[in-house]
């Protein structure tokens, strides 16, 4: 007989009624409520899409500075409302444009930044002030943030004004995404650290996007994103508060960032349930009492696993029903993924569509015409209930293991992943996950894509730069500034004022991830398959 | 450095005519961490019967050739995502030829445009597969391609 479920293999009934809501125990009051209230399910806001659209911030970054400086000037001239940068390898994972490691990266998936000369091409001409500007950098947040503001030190943007994300979700990069450079206990210190200062220096600035996004394309299922996305941030908001931190002074500086993939209502629920857990869980677990610290605000992707490089215009469908489903999933900022993405980067034509892809939505669609939709369908409200019931199953496992951390280290979540990830594969090796274009009306000769080539002279001129820096700087002042790092490192003091002094030293991506490598010790994968 | 093997207590498919079971190192060259892919393989490859010897990520050049030559493998399936392929594949081969150790097969998988898989071909990566492939036709190819060495 057939089976009829979703992309992560979740059996759907053929009709849902008020008797299945009833049968769950489902209450319109408690687990539904108004937008813009506890427990959130329809929305963090009231008026939602009425009062504010979501921002349309396309992840952009490749080769030198200069050439992403210049791709953001052309985003932002096409009506993107704020940035997001990509960074290369080697910037990701703390190694300088002349290191061998480096060897091949430079400038390939993301822009190069080595030192702070970089930074200042890369956002120069840019109202900081005015622009929010999140950055997808993780084990060397601490120092992109650092340079970020320094840069807006000297442009004369008060910190008081800056807007924007840092990633830095440590956690799921050794459940996930997996670039890091020392283990969980200092990488949560460092991200501890991040947090406390910027709770009071810079305010506005959201200090960790707690992340499903990596774990869902690593091969989870939207369950596990759930679950293990929502673990993390039962992490840092623990941790936080161990070092003393008052929950409503940072918990509202928090955000999330969860994909979207192909299966439509599926996705839709999975917005919904993150929010009412996450309420539920800030306000019973962690005893929080201003609303904002509940409220689960969060970004959303389209799944870049969903995308074929067989017949690779069907992408742009796609997009378009995964960035609909995050829509009517309530996310405050969303990035649709251009059609050549599983190819390379995103040429400038397919960027456009990308972002046209939410304009359409937003302008011409009418879903933005009213808040939560779907709200008190069904099928919509089973399924936000199943998965917030699954999701918590999960959770209570990961407490009784003592917590993510301690998952991690044991190697739980990823298992958990590589398992899904293997299944999925099975299925579509089996037909029984449909891949149009791929296992189901493939055809013979396909139409190649033109993409983007990252010039092969980027590391050059990146080695060149910073050549050209170290001769510069003043080599004593960035030997005292990062000897000054070293003892912050190895004492219990917040690592953020001597990192600004180092960065403002020009002291390098690199030397400053030594720094962390000398002092807390590399990780190293455990390579399970 | 860590290396995690593996290999189907049952499986008796990757046993070649010459009796030894042929043995894979599936290596994960680049600082990037997109490891599904690799996983997925390892996992499929070892599930066929071959022995799986896996690298883990964030691998050089240098220390996936250290490894393979360490561990006596036949073959190297190495996974790249990130951009880097023309540079990492190249260096495996000729690190592979400085060693002596060039009978050992190369192939590969990863995000790597048509214009650069015929060059690498011509440099000496014996197959390379892109997104879509299914683990059975790289278990085919595996099957079909690689003996165990002398």
């Not at chain 1, 408690?30 to 921002?55: E, I, Q, S």
């Not at chain 1, 503001?149 to 799921?172: C, H, I, P």
């Not at chain 1, 999330?256 to 019973?284: G, L, P, Q, S, T």
């Not at chain 1, 060149?464 to 002042?477: G, N």
Request: charged residues 25%; contains cysteine; glycine residues 8%.
């Amino acid at each position: 007989m057939r089976r009829f479920v979703t992309v992560s293999d979740m059996e759907i009934d053929e009709l849902y009624t008020q008797e299945t809501l009833d049968a769950a125990g489902w209450d319109r009051t408690r687990d539904l409520g108004r937008p813009g209230a506890f427990p959130f399910t329809r929305g963090v806001h009231p008026t939602m899409y009425r009062g504010k659209l979501w921002t349309m911030r396309q992840f952009a970054g490749f080769g030198t500075p200069e050439d992403t400086n210049r791709r953001f000037k052309l985003l932002l001239a096409e009506g993107q409302g704020g940035l997001s940068t990509a960074f290369d390898m080697p910037t990701l994972m703390g190694y300088d444009p002349d290191h061998p490691r480096a060897r091949g990266e430079v400038g390939k998936e993301g822009v190069s930044v080595a030192s702070l000369a970089d930074m200042e091409v890369l956002f120069g001409d840019l109202p900081l002030g005015e622009i929010t500007t999140s950055m997808t950098v993780n084990c060397t947040a601490s120092i992109i943030l650092a340079m970020y503001l320094a840069v807006a030190e000297r442009q004369g943007t008060d910190w008081g004004r800056l807007g924007g994300t840092v990633q830095n979700d440590m956690l799921k990069e050794f459940i996930a995404q997996k670039e890091w450079i020392c283990p969980p206990e200092p990488a949560v210190r460092i991200v501890v650290d991040m947090i406390e200062y910027c709770t009071e220096r810079v305010p506005r600035w959201n200090t960790v996007s707690i992340s499903g996004y990596h774990i869902r394309e690593a091969g989870a299922t939207a369950v596990q994103e759930l679950a293990f996305t929502l673990a993390d941030g039962i992490g840092y908001v623990q941790a936080c508060v161990d070092r003393g931190l008052d929950v409503d002074a940072f918990a509202p500086r928090l955000s999330f960032f969860f994909d979207v993939h192909n299966d439509f209502f599926e996705e839709i629920a999975k917005f919904r349930a993150a929010r009412r857990m996450w309420a539920r869980i800030m306000k019973d677990r962690f005893g929080a009492r201003n609303p904002r610290s509940m409220m689960l605000r969060t970004h959303a992707q389209t799944a870049g696993v969903s995308l074929t490089a067989q017949q690779p215009m069907n992408n742009a469908v796609r997009v378009a029903v995964q960035a609909l489903a995050a829509v009517l999933g309530g996310t405050q900022s969303l990035h649709a993924n251009a059609i050549d993405e599983v190819l390379a980067l995103p040429t400038e034509e397919t960027a456009r569509l990308a972002l046209r892809t939410q304009q359409i939505l937003a302008h011409e669609s009418g879903v933005a015409n009213t808040v939560d939709p779907l709200g008190g369908s069904y099928f919509v409200e089973a399924l936000t209930d199943r998965m917030e019931r699954e999701a918590m199953a999960y959770i209570e496992r990961i407490d009784r293991m003592g917590g993510i951390i301690k998952a991690i280290e044991e190697g739980y979540p990823q298992k958990e992943i590589a398992d899904s990830a293997f299944r999925y594969q099975q299925q579509v090796e089996r037909g029984e996950q449909v891949i149009v274009g791929v296992n189901r009306f493939a055809v013979e000769d396909d139409t190649p894509l033109p993409i983007l080539k990252v010039d092969e002279s980027v590391e050059r001129k990146q080695a060149d730069r910073l050549a050209e820096v170290k001769r510069r700087r003043d080599a004593s002042a960035v030997r005292r500034r990062l000897d000054d790092l070293r003892q912050a490192c190895e004492g219990r003091a917040n690592l953020m004022p001597a990192l600004l002094d180092a960065v403002k030293a020009y002291a390098t991506v690199g030397e400053i991830s030594d720094v962390y490598r000398a002092v807390f010790g590399e990780y190293r994968d455990p390579g399970h398959f | 450095m860590s290396t995690a093997r593996s290999s189907a207590s049952t499986g008796t498919r990757g046993i070649s005519s010459r009796g030894r079971t042929v043995r894979i190192l599936v290596g994960k060259a680049g600082l990037d961490g997109h490891d599904r892919g690799a996983k997925v393989i390892a996992r499929a490859l070892r599930d066929a019967g071959f022995e799986v010897i896996y690298t883990g990520l964030h691998q050089t050049p240098e220390m996936v050739v250290e490894t393979a030559i360490q561990e006596d493998v036949d073959a190297i399936g190495l996974s790249i995502l990130s951009g880097a392929h023309n540079y990492l594949f190249p260096r495996v081969l000729e690190l592979l030829r400085e060693r002596g150790a060039d009978d050992i097969v190369v192939f590969g998988g990863g995000i790597i445009p048509e214009e650069d898989i015929e060059a690498l071909r011509q440099a000496g990566v014996k197959a390379l597969f892109t997104p879509g492939t299914t683990t059975q036709e790289a278990i085919d190819w595996v099957r079909a391609n690689v003996k165990p060495r002398a």
